[in-house]
C-alpha cells in the first residue's frame, strides 16, 4: 500500500521537553509538508521541503525544526520555544509543483501539559 | 498574499438535498483551487482541484466544483446529499508563481441529516 504514516497517533509530553514527530511517505513524492491544526483554525503551515536537504519556513515556524535528509521522510521537532504546542499535526506529500494536490498522513495529536 | 475564505463555519442539509459549501479566494497570480475532506481524528483526503479549462470540476464521491472567476469562487456542491457526507470540508488555494505553498480556509462543518 502507498501512503503517508505518522507516528505516533497520540503523544503526551511535559513542558520543557522537545519532541519530534515522525512522518514516512512511500510515494515517491519530492515535496512534503507540515501543517499545526487547532479547532477553527484550519491548517498553518509549519514547514515545507521540495527537494531533499532543503527546506523552507512556513507561516508559524517559529519554536519547530524539521530535518529532510531522505527523500520518505521529514519529521519535525517541537521545542520547548513553541509556546502552546498542543495540537492536531499533520504531514503530507505531493509530486513536487503547483498544480499537484497534497496527500496527508493520519495526523498525531500532541498534548503537552 | 493569497488567502481563502469559508464564510460559513456550519452548513446542514437534509439527506437527498443539494448541498452547497461556499469558498472564495485572492491570489495575485493564476489560482490553482482544492478541495479537501476531513473525517474526526483523520487526515485530509484530496476530493478535486481547478487547474485550468472548464470551470465545472468534477470529483471524486459525486462532488463537483464550480470556478467563477469574475466572483473570485470556488463553492463545492452535491446534487443529493447522503449522511455519510458529513465531515469538514476545507477549500485550498495555490498561487500558480508560488510552487510550494497553499493556503487553505478555516473550513466548514457539513452535517446531512437523514
Same mark, same amino acid.
Given at each position: *500500500?502507498?501512503?503517508?504514516?505518522?507516528?505516533?497517533?497520540?503523544?503526551?509530553?511535559?513542558?520543557?521537553? +522537545?519532541?519530534?514527530?515522525?512522518? #514516512?511517505? +512511500?510515494?515517491?513524492?519530492?515535496?512534503?509538508?507540515?501543517?499545526?491544526?487547532?479547532?477553527?483554525?484550519?491548517?498553518?503551515?509549519?514547514?515545507?521541503?521540495?527537494?531533499? +536537504?532543503?527546506?523552507?519556513?512556513?507561516?508559524?515556524?517559529?519554536?519547530?525544526?524539521?530535518?529532510? #535528509?531522505?527523500?520518505? $521522510?521529514?519529521?519535525?521537532?517541537?521545542?520547548?520555544?513553541?509556546? +502552546?504546542?498542543?495540537?492536531?499535526?499533520?504531514?503530507?506529500?505531493?509530486? $513536487? /509543483?503547483?498544480?499537484? #494536490?497534497?496527500?496527508? /498522513?493520519? /495526523?498525531?495529536?500532541?498534548?503537552?501539559? | 498574499?493569497?488567502?481563502?475564505?469559508?464564510?460559513?463555519?456550519?452548513?446542514? @442539509?437534509? #439527506? =437527498?438535498?443539494?448541498?452547497? @459549501?461556499?469558498?472564495?479566494? $485572492?491570489?495575485? =497570480?493564476?489560482?490553482?483551487?482544492?478541495?479537501?475532506?476531513?473525517?474526526?481524528?483523520?487526515?485530509?483526503?484530496?476530493?478535486?482541484?481547478?487547474?485550468?479549462?472548464?470551470?465545472? @470540476?468534477?470529483?471524486?464521491? /459525486?462532488?463537483?466544483?464550480?470556478?467563477?472567476? $469574475?466572483?473570485?469562487?470556488?463553492?463545492?456542491?452535491?446534487?443529493?446529499?447522503? @449522511?455519510? *457526507?458529513?465531515?469538514?470540508?476545507?477549500?485550498?488555494?495555490? *498561487? =500558480?508563481?508560488?510552487?510550494?505553498?497553499?493556503?487553505?480556509?478555516? =473550513?466548514?462543518?457539513?452535517?446531512?441529516?437523514?
Amino acid at each position: *500500500d502507498g501512503g503517508i504514516t505518522q507516528s505516533p497517533k497520540y503523544l503526551f509530553r511535559k513542558e520543557g521537553q +522537545n519532541v519530534t514527530l515522525s512522518c #514516512e511517505q +512511500n510515494l515517491n513524492h519530492d515535496a512534503m509538508y507540515w501543517y499545526r491544526q487547532d479547532p477553527g483554525q484550519g491548517l498553518r503551515l509549519i514547514y515545507y521541503s521540495q527537494i531533499v +536537504n532543503d527546506f523552507q519556513k512556513g507561516d508559524i515556524a517559529e519554536g519547530y525544526s524539521v530535518s529532510r #535528509e531522505k527523500k520518505e $521522510s521529514f519529521p519535525l521537532t517541537v521545542t520547548s520555544a513553541q509556546k +502552546n504546542p498542543t495540537a492536531f499535526y499533520l504531514c503530507a506529500s505531493s509530486i $513536487s /509543483g503547483s498544480p499537484h #494536490e497534497q496527500y496527508f /498522513g493520519p /495526523g498525531t495529536r500532541l498534548t503537552v501539559t | 498574499a493569497q488567502s481563502v475564505a469559508q464564510p460559513e463555519d456550519q452548513v446542514n @442539509v437534509a #439527506e =437527498g438535498n443539494p448541498l452547497t @459549501v461556499k469558498c472564495t479566494y $485572492s491570489v495575485s =497570480g493564476n489560482p490553482y483551487l482544492f478541495w479537501y475532506v476531513q473525517y474526526p481524528n483523520r487526515g485530509l483526503q484530496f476530493l478535486l482541484k481547478y487547474i485550468t479549462g472548464d470551470n465545472l @470540476v468534477k470529483g471524486s464521491y /459525486g462532488f463537483e466544483a464550480e470556478f467563477n472567476k $469574475s466572483q473570485t469562487s470556488f463553492h463545492l456542491k452535491k446534487p443529493s446529499a447522503l @449522511v455519510s *457526507d458529513s465531515a469538514l470540508y476545507f477549500c485550498a488555494v495555490r *498561487d =500558480g508563481a508560488n510552487a510550494g505553498k497553499s493556503t487553505f480556509g478555516d =473550513g466548514t462543518t457539513l452535517t446531512v441529516k437523514p
